[in-house]
């Protein structure tokens, strides 16, 4: 049944078959938006900026009481 099988005619159904085409191309292209939104998240999270002034500002409302809904710059300090 796999007698006439060889790598020349698997590359020639390739190139002739639109259906192999798309699939491939919408895999590939699946693919790549991946990539490009992992990049892209990675970035942006790297190059946050931590909103220290609404921090501090949170801490002075607070009239130094050790409960705070936020986070605390100076507990924990490594």
């Known amino acids: 049944m796999f007698t006439d099988f060889n790598l020349e ?3 020639r159904d390739f190139m002739s078959d639109p259906v192999l ?7 590939a292209l699946t693919l790549g938006l991946m990539v490009f939104y992992t990049w892209y998240f990675i970035k942006n999270v790297i190059d946050a900026e931590i909103p220290i002034e609404e921090l501090q500002q949170e ?6 009481s050790d409960h705070t809904n936020g ?3 100076n507990s924990h300090a490594h």
């Open 9 to 11: 005619s698997m590359f």
């Open 21 to 27: 085409w798309m699939s491939f191309g919408i895999l």
């Open 59 to 64: 801490e002075t409302k607070n009239d130094g």
């Open 71 to 73: 986070l605390n710059l």
